[in-house]
């Protein structure tokens, strides 16, 4: 079983809908829960993490975490073209403080 | 202006060679990344370094070697032992002040002739 599962994708979405993006994990020593942004070509850029079990929110973006059941999800209301990325999973273990990525889902919003 | 810079944008390397990644943060982050990334699969830890002089393999360090003399620098070499090259090479600091989150240059991409 792999250490992160990340639903692979594509999404293709219209304009203004809603997306939804899930990752389940393993490892209990995740400790912080992170999404990144990457565009073509481009390094990722953090857009949101979270420690605790609950729902987080940052404007148009709401970050999901269950530690009980091991998934969290990223939601983006109003979907915009400029979402249109692929959005990476992120997860720091306690022990070691090392990152483990999902694979990422590409997603694209259609105007 | 503080950020990663990584250069170059692309680099060629040809078979037997030696080639050097650059990377810079004017960030004071103690810590410093290489990551690899491949179409379809998440970032891949090559090494990573916690303070100056120290460095740490990752995940896939096979054919690659780092330095670590500067705070602001982390250089990654992938060497010829290194078989499967071509990849999107990512650089990554963090600091260790309670915000682990670590922050990404815009990446070079490694082809090989």
Redesign the interface.
Known sequence: QKEVEQDPGPLSVPEGAIVSLNCTYSNSAFQYFMWYRQYSRKGPELLMYTYSSGNKEDGRFTAQVDKSSKYISLFIRDSQPSDSATYLCAFLRSNDYKLSFGAGTTVTVRA | DGG?T?SPKYLFRKEGQNVTLSCEQNLNHD?M?WYRQDP????R?IY?SQIVNDFQK?DIAEGYSVSREKKESFPLTVTSAQKNPTA?Y?CASSSWTGD????????T?LLVL
Do not use: D, K, M, W
């Open positions: 990663i990584q810590a990344y379809g699969q998440g970032l830890l990573y990752g999107f990512l682990e989150t670590q922050y990404f240059g815009p990446g991409r």
